[in-house]
């Protein structure tokens, strides 16, 4: 039977959307499910700021009546002013093991790009760089961070297939943090506090940090400005990422620097892991998924490393390593055996050169495909 296309247009039509993998992945061991209100806030039209400079359209795939895919359309108009290319995004994409299934969902938004006359096209991808991006090539057995997409070894033969290949690849790391910190990270860590006349932010409650929430993101929207498929965040983004997120910062786990003015350089955001406890809660905080997210961010052995950025005017000074020192103790400070370093570009030695000092293995590897259209 054939299948049938559908573009998202209702607000039903959208909770179709939002809820399909969570019926996909049913009974998946790997699958780490988003919380629902975070899904909804972002692809949600009316409530995701990113629509203010990016087109987005969204389709359901059926089969003998049933949900069988999904994926959407993006442009980020603000990227494609930076690279001076017309790029669209595939994105949020599922599908059955079925090629008449995925051929129809790619062919959608294919079509749709060349209709906003789009030269190819990439993906997976979001709205921006905060969005979850990459698909899953290597480390199918492994659990994923709650900042990472899961997606079935069948997809990228898929993917394949249609004529797109890579563009770049993510990697990350399952790290062994080291009992001591080596002296020599210490020395230098305590050379560089010297030299430039840093200081730690000293903070005991989340409210604390909240002051220093903004300067922190506008550090890493200059750290990260070269970074592929990086737009720089509006403040309205950046607003909606502050709620989002900071009401689950563990304090003690988020070292950030400042200069003697009072300005924050360099940051590190690293979070007990909550792959688990977001399987526990199935998408939900109530009645009961905050229950384990609470015993997750209080008893946990492992971390997730998720973001690091030091000004611009403070790189190659040092100050990377010094980040590195405060981490360290952090994870010795709190008995952490592992922490995943979430995805960090291929090309990226510099960030790769951070994990000398630790044991580990590289684990996973996620891809950005390209197509010319």
């Keep these: 039977m054939s299948i049938e296309l559908k573009k998202v247009v ?7 959307f939002i809820k399909f993998p969570y ?15 975070d899904e909804y806030r972002n692809l949600d039209t009316a409530k995701n700021p990113a629509l203010e400079f990016c087109e987005a359209q969204y389709w359901l795939a059926y089969k003998n009546n049933e949900l069988v895919g999904r994926i959407a359309g993006i442009i980020n108009k603000r990227y494609d002013e930076k690279v001076g290319k017309k790029i669209a995004r595939f994105g949020y994409i599922e599908f059955i093991d079925d090629v008449e299934v995925s051929q129809k969902l790619f062919e959608a938004v294919e079509n749709w790009a060349k209709e906003k006359e789009c030269e190819s096209i990439h993906g997976p991808l979001g709205f921006t760089d905060m969005d979850p991006e990459g698909m899953l090539i290597e480390g199918f057995e492994e659990i994923p961070t709650i900042a990472t997409i899961y997606n079935y070894p069948y997809y990228p033969a898929h993917v394949e297939k249609y004529g797109y290949r890579k563009d770049i690849d993510w990697l990350e790391y399952e790290l062994v943090p080291p009992k001591n910190i080596p002296e020599k990270v210490e020395r230098i860590a305590k050379a560089v506090f010297e030299r430039y006349h840093l200081k730690m932010l000293e903070v005991k409650k989340a409210k604390d940090l909240l002051p220093y929430a903004h300067e922190i993101f506008h550090v890493l929207n200059k750290a990260y400005e070269n970074i592929y498929g990086f737009v720089p965040l509006s403040e309205k983004q950046i607003d909606l990422y502050v709620k989002q997120y900071f009401g689950f910062i563990k304090p003690g786990f988020v070292p950030v620097v400042l200069n003697e003015k009072g300005e924050v350089v360099a940051f590190g955001i690293t979070m007990p892991s909550l792959s688990k406890a977001f399987q526990k809660a199935k998408g939900k905080l109530f009645p009961f998924g905050f229950i384990h997210i609470l015993k997750a961010l209080k008893k946990n052995d492992r971390v997730d490393l998720y973001l690091t950025g030091v000004r611009p005017d403070y790189q ?7 980040m590195m020192y405060e981490i360290n103790k952090i994870y010795i400070a709190n008995n952490i055996s592992y922490a995943e370093s979430n995805p960090e570009l291929e090309s990226n030695t510099k960030v790769q050169a951070q994990w000398r000092h630790y044991e580990g293995r590289q684990h996973k590897r996620r891809r950005c495909y390209l197509k010319p259209l």
């Design 316 to 322: 190659d000074k040092g100050v990377n390593a010094l």
């Design 10 to 16: 209702t607000k039903s039509d959208l909770k179709k």
């Design 23 to 37: 019926k996909h992945y049913s009974g998946n061991k790997y699958w780490v499910p988003p919380l629902l209100m």
